[in-house]
């Protein structure tokens, strides 16, 4: 059973650049949510994707956009780059809200995005 | 918006002493999650709460729901090396499809 899978791992970019993470949930979950995680912080909610949708949405500019796949895969795209991007991204997957009473998420490793 | 707050920042415990961490919500909790993330790992799923004043227990670990559902707490028995690392605690909002927001965290220290 596969779980949450990221890529990459790592990277670095330069201030105003455009990045794309991707992002394969837990196998049977087709609900994917986006956090950033700054050093030394909690996770901070981006987005949350299902159907194909943003279904949810955190306090972050209209620079992070994402994409849902048939498949239930997911991208996340920054564009124009800045310092402050820098951070640990987690992309984490559950069940849809309907069948879940819980929406307990599973996290991926991450990709560490460090902007120059 | 919902706020999720967490003390302490920091704690520096000796090996096989106790430790607690408590957790509130600006809002009332459809559940609770606790996390844990050690140090270059991303955040596991240790356990979830649902009901009010509900208390679970792993091994050494111990968790309890408020019974306003705003509040939770953390305890540790006796620790271990192995327990270090960062827990955070986690809830949707009033409804359990809201978005999981996530509070700062408890990062613990355990000296052999």
């Given at each position: 059973d596969a779980g949450v899978t990221q890529s990459p791992t790592h990277l670095i970019k330069t201030r105003g650049q455009q990045v794309t993470l991707r992002c394969s949930p837990k196998s049977g979950h087709d609900t994917v949510s986006w956090y950033q995680q700054a050093l030394g912080q909690g996770p901070q909610f981006i987005f949350q994707y299902y159907e194909e949708e943003e279904r949810q949405r955190g306090n972050f500019p209209?620079?992070?956009s994402g994409?849902?796949?048939?498949?239930?895969?997911?991208?996340?795209?920054?564009?124009?780059?800045?310092?402050?991007d820098s951070a640990l991204y987690l992309c984490a997957s559950s069940l849809a809200w309907r069948r879940s009473s819980g929406n307990t998420i599973y996290f991926g490793e991450g990709s560490w995005l460090t902007v120059v | 918006g919902q706020q999720v707050m967490q003390i302490p920042q920091y704690q520096h415990v000796q090996e096989g002493e106790d430790f607690t961490t408590y957790c509130n919500s600006s809002t009332t909790l459809s559940n609770?999650?606790?996390?844990?993330q050690r140090p270059g790992g991303h955040p596991v799923f240790l356990i979830q709460?649902?009901?009010s004043g509900e208390v679970k227990k792993q091994k050494r670990l111990t968790f309890q729901f408020g019974e306003a559902k705003k509040n939770s707490s953390l305890h540790i028995t006796a620790t271990q090396t192995t327990d270090v690392g960062t827990y955070f605690c986690a809830g949707p909002g009033k409804t359990s499809y809201d978005k999981v927001i996530f509070g700062p965290g408890t990062s613990l220290s355990v000296i052999p």
């Open positions: 209209d620079r992070f994409h849902q796949f048939p498949n239930y895969s997911s991208e996340l795209n920054v564009n124009a780059l800045l310092l402050g | 609770i999650q606790w996390y844990k709460l649902v009901k």
